[in-house]
């Protein structure tokens, strides 16, 4: 049975350097990037591996992100 929602945490990076994302990726952690059709800044984040396979395996259809600190 799928879960209704998955609550995603994440953390904001301030760092966008190659070596920065090349460490963090070896820590686990995989960037991307947050666009809202509501604002036209984007906001880059990290979410750690584990979390993202929890969510995948959770089959929910929808997801709340939580941001470590807010935007």
Do not use: C, T, W
Not at 18 to 38: C, D, F, M, T, W
Not at 55 to 63: E, G, T, W
């Amino acid at each position: 049975m799928a879960v209704a929602e998955f609550k995603l945490e994440i953390n904001k990076r301030e760092d966008q350097n190659n070596s920065v994302l090349k460490q963090r990726r070896r820590e686990g952690k995989i960037p991307g990037i947050y666009y809202s059709h509501a604002s036209k800044d984007s906001v880059p984040f990290f979410i750690e591996e584990s979390e993202l396979h929890n969510a995948q395996k959770s089959d929910a259809r929808l997801y709340k992100i939580n941001v470590g600190g807010g935007l």
